[in-house]
């Protein structure tokens, strides 16, 4: 990379700036230095879910960003490496060392949410191609990771820049298992007694890709490491009862996050259980398991699944329910950053 382009990515002056990439004009004022840097900000919108509005807005809040500009004919400029944005709890976003829109240049960008991700993943951003990937990253973790990959922006000149767009897409799945105690085959007031679920066979560490990066699909999984065993208590469910309008089985499944991957036979829910009518001191116990790849064939990124079951003398699954994930807080179904 030449001189002028390392000057270019590190000085915050527009005027240095312009100079060193080979840009004419005089330098610009404070006030025109502020229209031409590149900015980032949320539009309040109340929708429910899981990264909500409370999480997002509040001080401290943030997301990272890569970026890059290039000239027609001349080499990548990196302008965003992994840059923190953060909230200030008043709808305002900021990052350090500003960047400024240099005109005819094209740029690029791409981000995650949130900024903090599980210490062993790992990110990795292609300059030339502008492609984002996730190395090692671990769903157990909890956390509702998104990624935003927008189209390519050219600064025009003579006009100000408006702040960037980036509309995130969901890239896990969300996935709850809710019991509950059908009277009609129980008896009134008879209810499933939860002693032990514990849910296994399936990964959840992968690597995420953002090709291709569609509403339909927001990039490509690939599962690593081993599956989760059946003496994992990560997804073990303590002792609960269940009522007749459900009872979420794992507690704090609003966060229980998956890898997409294809379901088989070997991703089990396994519940052991008992009937609350029984006058024995220790009442009689039951196991039923279920393939989870008999239910559902994969769980795809950006959906909800939602497994319904009752128990009788063995437990039934309803039909399950896939929605999209509306649970992003920005703009309507998805965390959507626009000014």
């Keep these: 990379m030449s001189k002028g382009f390392e000057i270019c990515r590190f000085m915050p002056l527009l005027a240095v700036a312009l100079l060193a990439c080979g840009c004419s004009g005089d330098r610009a004022d404070q006030a025109g230095e502020e229209a031409r840097m590149v900015r980032f900000g949320t539009t309040r919108v109340d929708t429910r879910g899981v990264t909500g509005n409370a999480e997002l807005q509040a001080a401290g809040s943030a997301f ?3 970026g890059t500009c290039r000239k027609s004919g001349s080499s990548t400029i990196p302008v965003f490496d992994g840059t923190r944005v953060t909230c200030d709890g008043n709808g305002q976003w900021s990052y350090d060392e500003p960047q400024y829109w240099f005109p005819t240049f094209t740029y690029d960008f791409r981000a995650l949410h949130p900024a903090d991700l599980p210490a062993d993943a790992s990110v990795a951003f292609a300059e ?4 984002l990937s996730v190395s090692g990253f671990d769903a157990a973790a909890g ?15 003579d006009r100000t820049m408006g702040p960037v767009n980036l509309e995130f897409r969901h890239l896990l799945a969300r996935v709850a298992f809710v019991g509950r105690s059908d009277e009609q085959h129980l008896g009134t007031g008879r209810r499933i007694v939860i002693d ?3 849910l296994y066979g399936m990964r959840t560490r992968g690597d995420w890709a953002e090709e291709p990066f569609t509403d339909l699909k927001p990039g490509t999984w690939t599962p690593t490491g081993e599956p989760v065993a059946a003496a994992d208590s990560r997804y073990t469910a303590a002792a609960l009862e269940l009522a007749t309008d459900g009872t ?11 890898i997409p991957q294809e379901l088989t036979d070997e991703v089990v829910l396994e519940i052991t259980y ?3 009518y029984s006058d024995a001191a220790q009442p009689l116990q039951f196991t039923g ?3 989870l790849g008999s239910v559902s064939e994969r769980w795809e990124a950006g959906k ?6 009752t128990i009788s003398d063995r437990i039934f699954f309803e039909t399950p329910t896939v929605e999209e994930w509306q649970y992003a807080p920005i703009n309507g179904s998805d965390f959507n950053v626009d000014l």
């Design 304 to 309: 909800s699944y939602r497994y319904p079951f």
């Design 128 to 131: 030339e191609e502008a492609r």
């Design 196 to 198: 032990r679920a514990v």
């Design 289 to 291: 398991r279920v393939a």
């Design 274 to 276: 008992h009937y609350n």
């Design 64 to 66: 990272s960003v890569w």
């Design 248 to 258: 979420n089985l794992f507690p704090g499944d609003d966060r229980m996050f998956f």
């Design 143 to 157: 956390i509702d990771l998104l990624a935003a990959v927008p189209a390519s922006v050219t600064c025009v000149p």
